[in-house]
């Protein structure tokens, strides 16, 4: 008699694939839901080898419950496999620490399904973070584990907040004085990368707020980086205006240009970093602590040198602002900037490659 192998509370469009592929491992495939599951009923002859959950399904049990039952009624001779569509390390390490012996991937591929769940049944030993998905590249993370020389970017500058609206009490924005001035916003920013430069801000239709104190806004060059992401989205603004509540506003340290820190953080790296890699608990919006965590090459002079001449090249805002070159310059300019941003970070060509095959 073949061993079992629960389904419990799997999308119906992955039982067919799984239970074709538990059935060819020689497995039986159960299905199971989570209104009628009772660990203690599976005890004995009936307890089965393997159990697939879906954290992603809204009835499903927290994590931590489903593992301390089964540990509790089964013993630990039964892997308890997680299947989640989210495929950040942070994520899985998560659902790892509250009691599942590994993860996969609910899109597949099955051949990753295979590998993995033959894994499990031969090792009682839990997986690695490293070994979490081979969808992930192991070098890319690597890379972001501090192997190489790296800092965080609160090391290279000092990361603000966007203020605020102040409203009266009709629940308007009360009326301009002497101490309020108009702000740049996301939107703002959004229309300039991808308009002209002569269009990209209406100067009478900006919202007005409250200053903040000086240091974080009427400084020479600032970044300012879009509070929703991934992916980023930044640009180097000369117009000592204040950034609004849907910004950040990252004043470079001495020594650091503002377009060595723009051009990292538009990097394909930074992408990747941010889809794949970083715990992102904030919903699609970049949390003040993620901001200054984020991993950066700790800075050399040619990477300066270099960062700073493509940034020249590019957008950017201020009393005579400058929009992107055409197309043709655009892409050389950016090939070269990713070039140097590959370097700083002691990326090998490989890793490129990588990058590209997973679209980044």
């Known amino acids: 008699m073949a061993e079992m192998a629960v389904l419990l509370g799997l999308r119906e469009q992955v039982v067919p694939e799984l239970s074709e592929r538990l059935a060819n491992m020689g497995l039986e495939p159960v299905l199971a839901d989570w209104a009628g599951f009772d660990p203690r009923s599976w005890r004995g002859c009936r307890r089965p080898a393997l159990l697939f959950i879906d954290v992603d399904n809204p ?17 630990g001779n039964c892997p308890l496999i997680a299947m989640t569509s989210e495929r950040k390390f942070a994520r899985l390490e998560l659902i790892l620490a509250a009691g599942a012996d590994d993860c996969l991937p609910a899109s597949g591929p099955a051949s990753l399904w295979e590998s993995k769940i033959a894994r499990r049944l031969a090792e009682n030993r839990p997986p690695a973070a490293l070994e979490l998905t081979e969808e992930i590249p192991i070098g890319l993370a690597r890379l972001f584990a501090g192997e190489g020389d790296i800092i965080r970017l609160e090391d290279l500058a000092a990361i603000h907040p966007g203020v605020s609206p102040r409203r009266n009490f009709y629940r308007r924005l009360a009326p301009p004085d002497s101490e309020w001035r108009g702000v740049l916003t996301a939107e703002t920013v959004d229309r300039f990368l991808v308009g002209k430069p002569v269009s990209f801000l209406s100067w009478n239709r900006l919202h007005l707020f409250r200053l903040p104190a000086p240091a974080e806004y009427d400084v020479e060059e600032k970044v300012l980086l879009r509070r929703a992401g991934p992916p980023l989205s930044a640009a180097v603004d000369r117009s000592r205006l204040p950034a609004g509540v849907d910004l950040y506003s990252l004043i470079p340290k001495p020594g650091i240009g503002a377009g060595f820190i723009a051009c990292l953080l538009n990097s394909r790296l930074l992408d990747f970093y941010f889809n794949r890699l970083a715990p992102n ?41 400058q929009g992107w070159l055409d197309r043709q310059n655009r892409e050389e300019i950016w090939n070269r900037m990713e070039d140097a941003v590959f370097e700083l970070y002691g990326a090998v060509p490989e890793l490129r490659e990588e990058l590209a095959g997973l679209h980044f």
């Open 281 to 321: 608990l904030s919903a699609g919006r970049l949390r003040l602590e993620e901001v200054k965590k984020i991993p950066v090459p700790r800075p050399t002079a040619r990477g300066l040198e270099e960062l700073n001449r493509a940034a020249a090249f590019l957008a950017h805002f201020g009393p005579r602002p």
């Open 59 to 75: 009835r499903a049990w927290p994590i931590e419950k489903v593992g301390f039952r089964i540990r509790r009624h089964w013993g």
